[in-house]
């Protein structure tokens, strides 16, 4: 009897679904995301995971390719040290605004209002952590954005499992994607089937 109390406690404790320590932030940009019928935003798991990535490097140089409204951008602010800074990059005026105007005082965030292929094109830039959630660094221009990447780097991508907002025709583009990672030298990664899919590269040599 005990013993199945005692399993079913940490069954709960074990509750992937009950994020803990979700920064206030991310409710006020939620309001304001579904007000504009944006879709695209990151998922609570996601999010989760992306703060403690981001609190791996600290000092770190971080790379967000897709603002959106901002919602990954908080996860990876919450997840940053005081030296830590992170630019993100999105083309997408009407969504940048809400992301800046909850998130445009932290001085450790700078907003690109840009496509993210030419943001990748600068010169002499490099990063501890990219989260590639633009078509720009994920399905285009993939090599020029590993190739930003320090050793020791994290290349993190979501929605690679189906989504409901996919065009059509996008969906073989997923497993192509993956393949393409899993076969490269010089990064080691790892899938997972959670959340709405997600991969994690990590660059092992120069
Ligand atoms: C999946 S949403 C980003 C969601 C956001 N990262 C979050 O955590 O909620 C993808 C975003 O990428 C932007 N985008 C798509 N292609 C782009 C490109 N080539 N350059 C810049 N932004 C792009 C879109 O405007 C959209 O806001």
Not at 5 to 21: K, T, V
Not at 27 to 34: L, Y
Not at 152 to 168: A, H, K, M, R, T
């Amino acid at each position: 009897m005990r013993a199945a109390r005692e399993s079913e406690e940490l069954i709960e404790c074990m509750n992937d679904e009950d994020i803990y320590g979700t920064p206030p932030v991310i409710q006020a940009i939620r309001h304001e995301t579904e007000k504009l019928g944006f879709t695209m935003a990151s998922e609570p798991k996601t999010g989760s995971l992306l703060r403690a990535l981001a609190a791996t490097k600290p000092g770190g140089r971080l790379l967000e390719l897709g603002t959106g409204t901002g919602i990954g951008t908080a996860w990876l602010l919450a997840g940053m040290d005081g030296n830590s800074r992170l630019e993100t990059v999105d083309r997408d005026p009407v969504v940048v605004a809400v992301a800046q105007g909850h998130l445009g005082h932290d001085p450790r965030v700078r907003f690109h209002l840009m496509d993210g292929a030419d943001f990748l094109t600068r010169p002499q830039q490099q990063f501890n952590l990219i989260y590639a959630d633009a078509w720009a660094g994920k399905f285009s221009h993939l090599d020029l954005a590993l190739s930003l990447l320090r050793t020791g780097g994290i290349y993190f991508i979501d929605d690679l499992l189906p989504q409901p907002n996919w065009p059509e025709g996008h969906a073989p583009k997923v497993p192509a994607l993956i393949e393409n990672l899993e076969n490269r030298s010089g990064f080691v990664c790892t899938r997972l089937a959670w959340a709405s899919g997600l991969m994690i590269a990590v660059k092992t040599e120069v």
